[in-house]
């Protein structure tokens, strides 16, 4: 069994109650922003296509503890609607003498055919394939739905090699994501997922989460360095450190608003970066810091996190890693070691609560 049953009933509950409030937004929101290409510093074109979401979100195990993406997506998707403005915004978002990375997102799997069906997948294929300036595509996917014939489908449109197929595995440790984050698959599931991808000539990025419930982040810290060495193992291309943030109608919400969680310091990010590029100079490290700065995403004092989070911003767009050897000094850099060690301790109490 992948799921833990008290932590899955416990995830649903929370869910159920949250979707009843789910909004309709149909709507592709994109954006633009600075990127580290496979090649060089340039942008990436993001589109969060409205699909009906995740279905591991959908499903009854309530889906991931840490995820309220879901409550975004639409209960009905329209295709053509989707497909028109998709076309659109590329004609208008991308510029001639630029490079990009376009990230197809969906706050689930584009590679889920209930998401997205075969024929949207290739027609967006086709439409991506028309721009040169387009270096490569980001689709992100469960393990679960990365299977022949969808890698296949996307091959016969698009160069294989151009496409990075993105996966959540947030931990190397089944324990991690059996009884922190309701996961539902395993470290061996991707695993077989990543081989499939490189099998066919595509890449794989591997997003890991940094401080999932009920794991310290002394813990955490070690557990990302630990499963980082496990995706380099596999040939993983790009890894991608996501700091938690707090997602509304989540288990972690409830958490965080009962005080018994805090979202992860700036210096612990600052403090891996260092440690993985310095492990694995060559692999492509993203750490972009959502909600950086407020108590709902990663902070430190507020003293010095916005100079925390430029550093991080410099060291991923042009994987220098003497950025992240800039002297910061603040008084909070003391707490947050002290800290380290006193959480570790009280977590062991949280748990006990939940137990
Ligand atoms: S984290 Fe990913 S797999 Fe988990 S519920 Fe959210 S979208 Fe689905
Ligand atoms: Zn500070």
Redesign the pocket.
């Known amino acids: 069994m992948k799921i833990n049953p008290a932590l899955s009933s416990m995830v649903r509950e929370i869910r159920e109650n949250s979707l009843k409030e789910r909004q309709h937004s149909r709507k592709i929101v994109n954006w633009v922003e600075d990127h580290r290409l496979p090649t060089g510093a340039g942008k990436a074109l993001v589109l969060i296509l409205p699909t009906r979401g995740?279905s591991?979100?959908l499903s009854k195990s309530g889906?991931?503890s840490i995820?309220g993406?879901i409550y975004d997506n639409p209960l009905q998707p329209d295709y053509d609607i989707m497909l028109h403005s998709f076309k659109e915004i590329l004609t208008q978002k991308i510029e001639k003498d630029l490079k990009y990375s376009l990230k197809l997102f969906t706050?689930?799997s584009f590679l889920d055919t209930r998401e997205v069906p075969l024929e949207i997948q290739k027609e967006m294929m086709k439409e991506a394939a028309k721009y040169d300036q387009i270096e490569e595509i980001v689709l992100e996917s469960?393990p679960e739905y990365v299977t022949e014939s969808v890698l296949d489908n996307i091959a016969e449109h698009i160069e294989i090699s151009k496409i990075e197929i993105a996966i959540?595995l947030e931990s190397a440790n089944n324990a991690i994501l059996q009884n922190s984050i309701n996961k539902g698959f395993f470290w061996e599931d991707f695993v077989k997922a990543t081989n499939r991808i490189k099998d066919k000539g595509a890449r794989v990025k591997a997003y890991l989460l940094f401080k999932p419930p009920f794991i310290s982040e002394f813990d955490s810290i070690n557990d990302i360095l630990e499963s980082v060495s496990k995706v380099a193992d596999l040939g993983v291309n790009t890894v991608s450190i996501n700091a938690m943030s707090i997602h509304r109608g989540t288990f972690l919400s409830q958490l965080f608003e009962k005080q018994l969680y805090r979202t992860p310091w700036l210096w612990s990010l600052l403090h891996l970066c260092q440690e993985i590029k310095q492990k694995f100079p060559d692999m492509r490290l993203i750490c972009d810091v959502v909600a950086g700065g407020s108590e709902r995403g990663a902070h430190n004092c507020g003293e010095c996190d916005k100079e925390i989070i430029s550093i991080l911003k410099k060291f991923v767009l042009n994987q220098d890693s003497s950025a992240l050897k800039e002297e910061v000094t603040c008084s909070c850099k003391t707490e947050w070691r002290s800290f380290l060690f006193s959480e570790k301790i009280s977590n062991s109490e949280i748990l006990d609560i939940y137990r």
């Open positions: 995740c591991w979100a889906g991931c995820c993406y706050s689930g469960r959540g």
